[in-house]
């Protein structure tokens, strides 16, 4: 896997697009998911809690085609590898392996999701079923707060995850970071982009060798400073205290102990077409962690609501400006929550993300006799 390969996802483009594209790169999502750890160029901004990034590399998988190294995808009975314990990255992120897929068949899903309906001209191709021990989601976070604006667009967020047994090169990251302080620790701090509201993290150890790390984007240094006195930790707890930094939205905080990998997944892969274009509608649900869907929200990403299901619509991204093909343009990613600790996410054509939507508000369980499941399931 080349190291921009998620630039290359992002920026996908239908020009060029073969009938085997879809299927092969069906097969190459898994691929992408095991290699999520490494992919991003240096100074991407990873969600603060990355499942989101994989489904938006999955919806893009089908748009173009990118010269990969396919792996074959370990099958039942064939046992799950070993996940190597989390370590802190380069840019100062908590970082762990990535996981096992194995297929499952629709109809013997305990999770079955589809629409009531599909925009008008759309039709199914396939369904795939996943389930992975990943890892790439590592640790969530345990507190996770959100600035926004009139229209609910997200202008800044800081997200608190730990704390994590986590192995540590400091030789390694001294050379990469800035000395600082965080809540009374010495920490490091990595300005992961160069603007003055970019993306920021710090990296501190706790008094029991465990390692803490806040991220924070959207605000100026000074104002991250500000919003991290509102930050409580008390062993392994962590709280927020609204007085300090007034304006903030807490849109999660863990209240049990401290959470641990793996997480295990099961992933919904539907592809879809208008005889011509073919769309990918990925619902992924995750346990034992379930986080509200805001979690996984962007500076500039709106949250709101889809048949009062929580939703993001996601700022537009990729295209020529992002790096992509002369020509090609921005994508905007829609994303819902359709039951608890469940993401399902769309690239709707510009000019049909009302029909999109629709189909996104009517996802539910379906019995695992559902016709569909037998015509279009595949392994």
Same mark, same amino acid.
């Given at each position: 896997m080349t190291p921009d390969l998620d630039s290359l996802l992002r920026a996908a483009d239908p020009a060029g697009r073969t009938p085997d594209d879809a299927a092969l790169l069906a097969r190459v999502r898994d691929r992408v998911d095991v290699e999520r750890a490494g992919s991003l160029p240096a100074g991407h901004r990873r969600s603060p809690w990355p499942r989101r990034v994989t489904l938006i590399a999955a919806a893009a998988a089908v748009l173009t085609a990118v010269?990969?190294?396919?792996?074959?995808v370990q099958d039942d009975g064939g046992g799950a590898p070993a996940l190597v314990s989390p370590a802190v990255a380069a840019d100062g992120s908590i970082s762990c392996a990535d996981g096992y897929a194995s297929v499952v068949r629709p109809e013997e899903a305990e999770v079955r999701l589809l629409p009531d309906e599909l925009p008008s001209g759309w039709a199914y191709r396939s369904i795939m079923v996943r389930h992975n021990s990943r890892a790439s989601t590592c640790i969530p976070p345990s507190?996770?707060?959100?600035?926004?604006?009139?229209?609910?667009?997200?202008?800044?967020r800081l997200a608190v995850t730990g704390p994590v047994d986590a192995r540590i090169d400091r030789l390694h990251l001294v050379d990469e970071s800035e000395p600082d302080t965080v809540l009374g620790h010495p $920490?490091?701090?990595?300005? %992961?982009?160069?603007?003055? =509201?970019? /993306?920021?993290?710090?990296?501190? +150890?706790?008094?029991?060798?465990?390692?803490?790390?806040?991220?924070?984007?959207g605000m100026t240094l000074e104002a991250a400073?500000?919003?991290?006195?509102?930050?409580?930790?008390?062993?392994?707890?962590?709280?927020?205290?609204?007085?300090?930094?007034?304006?903030?939205?807490?849109?999660?905080?863990?209240?049990?102990?401290?959470? $641990?990998?793996?997480?295990? %997944?099961?992933?919904?892969? =539907?592809? /879809?077409?208008?005889?011509?274009? +073919?769309?990918?509608?990925?619902?992924?649900?995750?346990?034992?962690?379930?986080?509200?869907?805001?979690?996984?929200?962007?500076?500039?990403?709106r949250l709101t609501t889809l048949a009062g299901r929580p939703a993001i619509i996601a700022r537009p991204q990729g295209g020529e400006a992002d790096g992509g093909p002369p020509g090609s343009t921005p994508r905007t990613f829609v994303l819902v929550e359709p039951t608890a600790g469940a993401l399902a996410l769309?690239?709707?054509?510009?000019d049909e993300r009302s029909g999109f939507e629709q189909m996104l508000a009517s996802l539910r369980q379906v019995p695992s006799d559902d016709p569909r499941l037998a015509r279009y399931g595949t392994d």
């Open positions: 010269p990969l190294v396919i792996s074959a507190l996770a707060v959100v600035e926004q604006d009139a229209a609910g667009v997200v202008t800044a $920490a490091l701090r990595f300005d %992961v982009q160069a603007s003055t =509201t970019g /993306l920021r993290r710090w990296v501190w +150890t706790d008094g029991q060798g465990q390692q803490w790390s806040v991220e924070a984007d400073r500000q919003a991290l006195t509102a930050v409580r930790v008390d062993g392994p707890q962590v709280g927020w205290d609204p007085t300090l930094s007034p304006g903030w939205v807490v849109v999660h905080q863990r209240a049990g102990a401290p959470y $641990a990998t793996p997480q295990h %997944v099961t992933t919904w892969w =539907t592809e /879809l077409t208008d005889g011509e274009i +073919t769309r990918v509608l990925d619902v992924e649900v995750f346990g034992p962690v379930q986080l509200p869907l805001a979690v996984g929200a962007d500076v500039g990403d769309v690239a709707p054509p510009d």
